[in-house]
């Protein structure tokens, strides 16, 4: 039995295509108008005195221990120690909203939900599993993908993640995605599916011609009347090393491409802002005449996971990051493109060297032209053997994605040390060879 909070939001998303696309637990779930609720409403009002939440307070101010706070000196102890709100702190939620209509002016006036902080993107796509995904139903995604994909979507939800090979050796094989979306469209009246560009562990983004046809595969497959929830992992979002590349997500394409699709974006300050270990990331919904009700109903939803998982994510990090964007914007962005161009240094460097011995016969690169990662497909020998070889032989560290594909990600790889790295690839290849 449906708890009644449960029902409340399955009837504000009835007939509506998120409310069709969730799974068992994701319709069981409910934001409790408990301990949570209850001290958001007293903070508003509690005019004497706030006895709400498990916390330590001395003059209405959350009580630190010293060491701690010298390490943040413009910090307050409100904004280190005391608990963030359930979806996010609000002023950080905002600036992320704003932020995604400027990276993505094809958005034009299109509605969004406002984006729910998750601890990094890995939570987000999990998340999105939890509400969109339920065992025995299929994912699919890019051939090869992330590995934590196949964790998520196979080990934790005990659904099926389907591998589709939409690379080929000149970039998207288009035809091969649109077979797939159709047959499973078909075969069970819904698609989900996982599109990440700039793509791990490939290193490749659509060009501008690509991400058009890629939509109207979406919106063809949505047309014909199959329910479509598609999340779009932006992890390495603005990382673009050639021309003609999409500069923004698919998402902003999506978002009001037809009724029957649901667009879910996955982003945060984990790659784009480099700051991986500091856990924040974000999920954004879009759907063609969703209304703000349904956009509170699925925040809701949202909120129900990440409450009954990790409660909410670090306070600390979210103000250091709200002041991190709230400080000189020309600076940061100017060091953001400091940063940026190292990485696109390192990407021409290895685009030389790979073009230099593009015939091969045992290492094929994989399209790329973007994001941290390049990979090669490996003929006639094995991508483990390959990188154990290349470790314990030559001491660089590299990943075996499967049998047949090795990963480097060439924005880990000094620029001293490049030339020297791949050389040794290409020698432990011909070596394994015989
Ligand atoms: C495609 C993709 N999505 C998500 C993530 C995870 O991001 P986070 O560290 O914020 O969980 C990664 C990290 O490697 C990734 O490559």
Redesign the pocket.
Known sequence: MEHELAQELNRALRDTTPGTLLSVMGRRLYFPKGIIAQGAEAKQFSSLADGTLGIAVKQKTPLMLSALGKQLPGMSAGEIVSYAPTAGISVLRDIWAAEIRRKNPALGNSAFSLPVVT???????SVLCDLFLDEGQTLMAANPS?D?YGLVAEARRNAHLRLVDMFDEGGIDLSALRTALSGEAQKTGFVRIIL?FP??PTGYSPTVGEAKEICRIIGDTAEKGAKVLVIC?D??FGLRFEENIEAQSLFAYLADIHENVLAAK?D?A??EDFA?GM???FITFAGKNLSGAHYDALIKKTMAVIRSTISCSSTVVQNLLQKMYSSDRDALQKEKNAYRDIIEARYKKVRALVDAKKNHPLLQPMPFNSG?FMSFKCKNIDAESLRQKLLHGYGVGTIAIDERTLRVAFSALDDECINEVYAAIYRAAEELAG
């Open positions: 601890t990094g993107l890995t939570a987000g796509v992330w934590n990440n793509h791990n992992d992890a390495y996955v945060g984990t790659k991986w856990r924040c990331g941290y």
